[in-house]
């Protein structure tokens, strides 16, 4: 019984120790969200006023950009697919990983090929294992990435769209990723980055529609497009790694906490479990003992 108690005692410190890992996860995980929320909220309003932009020169003008035009006839598509570099965060990247299968699948089954472009340890790991073809993947930056990680990423895919068909080159980029609505729900979304849909149409029908102001383009339609076009896809790009990322220290805070509950309760399981074979190993000392008195009673009594 004794080798029971060692047991159960060795079991316990080790899981002590795990919950101060996971802890400490939680606690670093917790600090590191709010300066993500910050991040997205600054990016947010660029990003948003850089499409506006976009649009604007799009509906106040007849030029073919590959910013702003469908092509009649797309067969290539890039899917860029933000993940992490760790885990220890839940089900945060598997479920991008899903999301972005999905969006391949229905790609695909629209006639077009799909190449892969990857952000994060997980998501390269997951094509690796499986053999699947990757065009370019980044690693390194997923918790705190920086502008300048994005415009790396979308340096590629810029050229990508300036290319021919016949040189390899893509007509749509869709970005998956994981969108922070709130520290308790992160939801795996897929995007159309380029063409974009361009509507000239008020969202709220209920509403008057407004007058729209005229432009004047210097020196060209084309030219502005060509100018925004890199910032346009770099901002997009940016605030949705600052999304994910944000989205990552939440999903790890939460599976770090649900660690640390469930030490919580196997220690306390464990010390009840250690409390009974002690007591077990008492009772069984004192009947021992009490049986080896009335043993050694009954022989004095036998030999008188």
Known sequence: MGAQIRVYKRRIKSVTATKKITKAMEMIAASRIVKAQRQVAASSPYADELTRAVTAVATGSNTKH?????????????????????????????????AADRLTERL???????????VGRKSVAYFSFRDRKVTQSWTGFSDSPQYADAKAV?????????KDSAEGGIDEIHI????????????????????????EESDQPDKQPQARAQYEFEPSAEG??????????ESR????????????HAARRRAMKSATDNAEDLIKSLTRLANAARQADITQEISEIVGGASALADANAGSD
């Open 154 to 162: 979308a340096t590629p895919l810029i050229e990508s769209v300036l």
């Open 237 to 248: 790009i940016y605030n949705a790694m600052l999304q994910a990322a944000a989205s990552e």
């Open 224 to 233: 502005v497009l060509d100018a925004l076009l890199p910032r346009y896809v």
């Open 176 to 199: 998956v990723f994981t969108e922070f609505v709130s520290m308790m729900t992160q939801t795996p979304v897929d995007r159309r980055l380029l063409p974009l849909a361009v509507s």
């Open 66 to 98: 590959p910013l702003t035009t469908e092509p009649e006839n797309a067969t290539r598509a890039a899917v860029l697919l933000v993940t992490s570099d760790r885990g220890l965060a839940g089900g945060y990247s598997s479920n991008a990983i899903k």
């Open 108 to 118: 695909r089954a629209e006639g077009k090929e799909v190449d892969h472009y990857l």
